[in-house]
């Protein structure tokens, strides 16, 4: 081999070990200190169903829940969220805590293209796990961070506040 | 509304009937499988250096230092792919003079807009990709830029295509009737200039494509986010010599597309061509920049109209021209002169009047291709229109419903031509004025707005009239020689065990194709839905079709469905009867079980059918062979296109302090013909709608004077976003086309086509107390603070 930067060699070969539970389980990685989470997530961890659209904090679909909380995982370096706590679409998924959300979607068709859902579905169970009952005004302010091209975000609006209204009735929403 | 095809009480009655896409779980659990997902064995990452400049001749470009980079596979520049990929041409022989110049991959001595791609890498990463950008360097030296109308326009400007005389890609005129005429004789006549600006799609997932050349089996496999694979299967084939038996496009889950994912772009074509000189599988996601500069742009018009009217207020004609500017290129293969051709034939749609002239120029700049996207010339047909008649309602003193319908082509008094050509079956505008004034509670909100004026609180109300193109006909792309199919075809099967596939060439982005699809072969055959799959996007197993644009998935890909699944019925009952010992015409098929026709008795289930043919031919009588495998192509016949109408309305505050406008509610009264899925048509209109106001109010493409860009990432261009849209409200009219059994027509692009307009009639009427006026799209609130002289 000739000729290239041996410094540029190095860099890009510099990984870090890092570690985090994610959905549940202890995962350990090799990352580019450059790496964002995102890419950590999506390539390494191949947890596809969290997005990027933006990777500028403007469009939602890339948000998980870092310890407990909603967060944009493109703005993030993955690590940055060495030894978190990871909850990403699949994990909520798979435990079944936003099932009555993902119902109410289904059954209104608050979603097309689903490119922005899993991003819309962390954000709503963060709002919905910080006012209990919010007005529409309220879920369309929350979601403001959240980009759709498709729905025209009136079905998603209709959902959530279904969902908020069963979830204080102790019931679900349909 | 139109009495449904299978009366609702029957049990898998599913046409009219709201049902959930059953193909939206996965996307729910995040087990969508995007193609920017998507990880192959061996698959290398590429990456594109763009150009800095707008208008530049490539003096050198040295690759050497990036191609030493570990982990680079392969800088390809202009000449390395024209080795192996034939330039294409944006033009259509049925718009007559048309011009545009050959484009290829990547440029090989001349750049035309500001972030075309010059140099592609092919790295083990898309970092490592990125990296090696920054070590190539390109000696460019600039030429003029031509960047507005204007400048484009002027005698003896910069040129964009060397050796050719002016910046005009195509011209076209229509004059029909008297139209001096009858502006010599008008009582009245109004006139405005308009302008709209460029906005894209701006598609939550960008484009995303993953190429994967085989030089072992000679053959190419793509997978590509688009909404029409089988074009592309036809391009990547003739452009890279490949037969077309060994191309495979696949078109799996994609994350927003509108008309844009459907044109050919420079990188695709690269990546496809990197992937062939690589005989490795090779990824290209744009990211969101690259989207901005490269996706293609829409609108960008400027239109100068004016309308004459008698005394009474009936419309008498119109004269229009229509200036477009449309990058250096016209895109390919569906050009770059659709939107003005639109426009100059969509204006009046909705009116009587026979005296109508339009010209239309379309205009290269320096800038990235304008195209189709949702809704194609139609919000600025409609907003000219519309305000045009506002503007006359005004002068003559009636109120905007009064003069809609004194002026609307009747409901009984179809079928109708209009002045530049179209024909339309069956349009119903009277009833959607009529249901618009009700539902909107018209003469109660013009109280309040009477009522809130006198506190110095401006509301506004607007209301405009559309007509939608749908379900074209090959006169819209194969009379011009594209290679674009106006059919669609599919393949339905009885499965072993009973149930049912269907394999057809429309697409889903979300619209919920497939679950239409799934309602109309269900309801047909008698069977439950979830027993049917539908399987879309996929050359190599779906029959060869136009796919999902110009609101063609219901009313085309439907009725193929529809006919298959009605011949795969006869096919079932043909052997039901064999074993009943019955005529087939004396049975039926409900909920997967033979019945008697008269009884609805149950004799067998299709299951047992299945099972039969499958298995034990042998105990069916000799000479039978079931044919349990139904394949159907449908072409539109008829009307050329299946128009539809509609209209909308909407009621919103502008503060005149700030320039801000809130939309309070917006309505829409729609007519898409048979509705098979109520839910699903209105999420279509809802979305169409929201896409049409974020034109109205807040998308723009904003370019410097050398040509950049500058509001290129989702920060800086503004999108609507939940807190600025309101509640829609949607209500129907179902006028079916007789033209197919099914009688579906389109609705993608209604609510598109008129909220920009609906918008701009209404900031004019809050504005009307200060006598102000905007005739400009995006509606800004820099615009209202100007056209109020507080800016
Ligand atoms: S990708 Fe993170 S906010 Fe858009
Ligand atoms: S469903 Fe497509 S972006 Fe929201």
């Known amino acids: ?174 | 509304m139109s009495a449904p095809l299978t009366s609702l009480d029957r049990p898998n009655s599913y046409i009219g009937r709201s049902v959930p896409r059953p193909n939206a779980k996965r996307l729910l659990a995040g087990r969508g499988r995007y193609v920017s997902d998507l990880k192959l064995p061996r698959m290398l990452y590429a990456a594109f250096l763009r150009s800095p400049h707008a208008h530049a001749k490539i003096i050198s470009i040295d690759i050497e230092r990036a191609r030493a980079l570990e982990g680079v596979h392969l800088v390809a520049t202009g000449a390395d792919l024209a080795k192996i990929c034939t330039p294409w041409t944006g033009t259509l022989d049925h718009f007559k003079g048309m011009t545009s110049s050959p484009q290829l991959p990547l440029p090989l001595d001349r750049v035309v807009w500001a972030g075309q791609a010059v140099v592609a890498v092919v790295a083990e990463s898309r970092a490592i990709a990125e990296d090696a950008l920054e070590l190539i360097e390109v000696d460019y030296e600039d030429l003029p830029v031509v960047v507005d109308i204007d400048g484009a326009r002027e005698a003896g400007g910069p040129l964009i295509n060397p050796g050719s005389a002016n910046n005009i890609c195509f011209r076209s005129q229509l004059d029909n009737g008297t139209v001096d005429d009858a502006f010599a004789h008008a009582a009245h006549v109004v006139e405005e200039e308009f302008s709209f600006g460029r906005h894209t799609a701006v598609t939550l997932e960008p484009r995303a494509i993953v190429a994967d050349y085989d030089p072992a089996a000679g053959m190419l496999t793509v997978h590509h986010a688009t909404q029409t694979p089988y074009q592309f299967q036809d391009l990547y084939s003739r452009h890279y010599g490949i037969p077309e038996a060994r191309v495979r496009v696949i078109a799996t889950d994609i994350g927003g597309s509108f008309g844009m994912k459907l044109h050919v772009y420079h990188e695709d074509m690269a990546v496809v061509g990197l992937s062939i000189l690589l005989g490795r599988p090779v990824k290209y996601v744009a990211d969101r920049i690259e989207s901005f500069v490269s996706d293609i742009h829409a609108r960008d018009h400027r239109v100068r109209a004016r309308m004459a009217l008698d005394a009474k207020g009936e419309i008498l004609a119109m004269d229009v021209l229509d200036l477009t500017a449309i990058g250096a290129f016209s895109t390919y293969p569906r050009t770059s002169v659709v939107e003005g051709n639109q426009v100059i034939r969509l204006i009046g749609a909705p009116y009587r009047f026979k005296n109508y002239r339009a010209s239309l120029e379309v205009i290269f700049q320096n800038k990235v291709q304008t195209s189709q996207y949702r809704a194609v010339g139609h919000p600025i047909a409609c907003a000219v229109t519309e305000r045009l008649v506002d503007m006359a309602a005004a002068k003559v003193g009636l109120d905007p419903f009064a003069i809609r319908a004194q002026n609307v082509i009747a409901d009984d008094a179809y079928p109708q031509t209009s002045p530049t050509g179209y024909r339309f079956e069956a349009l119903s505008h009277q009833a959607c004025l009529k249901r618009l004034h009700e539902m909107m509670d018209y003469d109660a909100l013009r109280a309040e707005q009477a009522e809130l004026r006198k506190r110095g609180v401006y509301r506004g109300i607007g209301i405009a009239a559309f007509v939608e193109i749908t379900n074209p006909s090959p006169a819209f792309y194969g009379v011009g020689g594209a290679r674009i199919s106006s059919q669609d075809g599919a393949i339905v099967s009885l499965t072993p065990s009973g149930e049912v596939r269907c394999l057809i060439s429309v697409t889903e982005q979300g619209q919920g194709t497939e679950a239409i699809i799934s309602q109309i072969v269900a309801d047909q055959l008698g069977l439950a839905q979830e027993h049917v799959k539908v399987v879309t996007g996929d050359t190599e197993v779906t029959p060869h079709g136009g796919a999902t644009w110009a609101c063609r998935g219901a009313g085309i890909g439907g009725e193929t469905a529809l006919r298959a699944a009605r011949a795969l019925k006869r096919n079932i009952l043909e052997i039901a009867a064999l074993i009943l010992q019955e005529q087939p015409s004396a049975l039926d098929i409900i909920d997967g079980e033979v019945v008697d026709a008269a009884t609805r008795q149950q004799r067998l289930p299709i299951a047992e059918i299945a099972r039969i043919a499958y298995f034990r031919s042998d105990t069916l009588p000799p000479g039978t062979q079931a044919q349990l495998t139904v394949g159907h192509h449908f072409a539109p016949q008829g009307y050329p296109f299946a128009f539809t109408n509609g209209i909308q309305g909407c009621s919103m505050e502008v503060d005149v302090e700030t320039g801000f406008i809130k939309v309070l509610k917006h309505f829409i009264v729609e007519d898409c013909g048979r509705v098979i899925n109520p839910m699903l048509v209105d999420e279509q209109l809802r979305g169409g709608i929201v896409q049409g106001l974020g034109a109205a109010l807040f998308e723009e493409c904003r370019y410097s004077e050398t040509g950049q860009l500058v509001n290129g990432s989702l920060a800086d261009y503004l999108v609507p976003m939940p807190m600025e849209m309101p509640d829609i409200v949607i209500a129907h009219v179902e006028t079916p086309t007789a033209d197919t059994e099914l009688g579906a027509k389109g609705c993608g692009e209604a609510g598109t086509a008129a909220a920009s307009a609906c918008v701009l009639n209404a900031v004019n009427d809050a504005l009307t107390p200060f006598g102000a006026t905007i005739n400009s799209i995006p509606i800004t609130p820099a615009k209202v603070l100007k056209a109020l002289k507080r800016f």
């Open chain 1, 1 to 174: 081999m000739s000729g290239f930067d041996e410094n540029l060699l190095d860099e890009a070969d510099e990984t870090v070990r890092v570690r985090f539970v994610v959905n549940g389980r202890k995962v350990a990685c090799e990352v580019a200190p450059r790496e964002t989470l995102v890419d950590c997530l999506r390539n390494e961890l191949e947890l596809t169903g969290t997005h990027a659209g933006c990777e500028m904090g403007a469009c939602g679909a890339c948000l998980v829940q870092l310890d407990g909380r909603a967060v944009h995982s493109c703005l993030m370096y993955a690590v940055q969220a060495d030894g978190a706590r990871i909850d990403t679409i699949d994990g909520l998924s798979e435990s079944g805590v936003i099932a009555d959300l993902q119902a109410e979607f289904h059954r209104r068709n608050a979603l097309q293209c689903g490119f922005c859902t899993p991003g819309m579905l962390v954000n709503a169970n963060e709002l919905l796990s910080q006012v209990a009952e919010p007005s529409r005004e309220e879920i369309r302010d929350a979601l403001s961070g959240n980009y759709c091209r498709c729905t025209g975000y009136e079905a998603i609006v209709d959902a959530i506040d279904a969902v908020a209204k069963a979830r204080n009735e102790g019931g679900s929403a349909t």
